[in-house]
């Protein structure tokens, strides 16, 4: 029975999967106190694909790295359904990091991480509004274009 | 009416200007309990001019970073302002976070930001020592030289 | 007198030397509440030579940076026993934040980063799991391959 938050996402067809288990000694996500880290999510879909492959200045256009980042978002938010049952149970999005796959020339890391940052606030209001941090990495692991961690103060 | 480590601040000629505020869906800081996450500065200057603008190892010297990163740090305070009204209200600066535009081979990210931490420790003391992670970046937002965040405690 | 914890590493071989301190106006570690954040430790031996120097992708091998990550876990062990007297006081790790000093087409950062991840569970057992972000950077202080900072949850 999904929660309210969750209603609203699959309104705009937004549907939440299983979030991928990591393959070794680390978790999806850990609570201390009222705070939820999230460990950082590549641009997977749904069906383990990559939204964008590449970097931001090279092969991956600001749109295509747009999407991915919204793509991050949706896996975050897997997560926190994994870890909380229940979406509604978000009190607030406290901070982004976002990471660009960018050539050394390339400088609009934040239009592409706004793909994360509006998807928090479709899903939260202004709940949803977030610290954030957005620099342009080497690389990234499975040359994802885009990688987004969160933290999450929750109920 | 100033607090007093504005007043001390501004005895060292750091005068605190209103932050900019984003053009997106994210904020320039989030509290949750006792802890303000403040979003990634980039080293404009209170006009809205790069401090430095370009990659360590290459245009930008040691000490232009140094500067740079130190503007970072003034940033980090005008949101405290903002945040807090008194930045008498800092009770401790627990964590930086320092990403510098490096090339490859710049290997004295620390160099520059020190920048950053002599400011922290010049406004507030002993209290301003914090736990700081220092790395070179491939390219930052609007081609900055030093972006740094930081976490604060907060009374 | 060591806690079971460093007791178990000891039969491990692993030994926990003094942290070395920063020599800016930063520190190795600062707590605020239950939560205790370690500075960035970079893949220094208790010597105080790189285990690893370069990058992943040119002249260093995965191997290699394994080694480096496992090393910049022992480093931050040594931090948390200099913040806590006793490693047996840390309830949970809770986030390691992994640097990879990369090439541009370097993206296997994870099976790097599992060297400190590997290390936290041998320490901690199920406690030692812990969200992960790992990421490819332009390079690194020192010119190390690895840079890894902790968050624990500490009694």
Redo the contacts between chains.
Sequence with gaps: MAGTIEQKLGAQGILLHEPAS?V???????R????L????QVCFDPEGKLIAKG?L?ANVTIEQGNAAARGCGINLLAQLKAALGDLDKVV??????G??N?????????KVM?GA??L??AAFGDK????????????????AAV?V?G?F?VA
């Design positions: 990591p070794a000694n680390y978790v999806g996500f850990v201390t106190g009222n705070l880290f999230v460990s950082g970097k200045g607030r999005v406290v901070r982004l990091g990471f660009i960018s050539t050394p020339d390339f400088i609009d890391g934040p706004n940052s509006d928090m606030v949803g509004r977030h610290a954030r941090t957005t620099v342009g990495v080497a690389s990234l692991p499975a040359d990688e961690e933290l103060e």
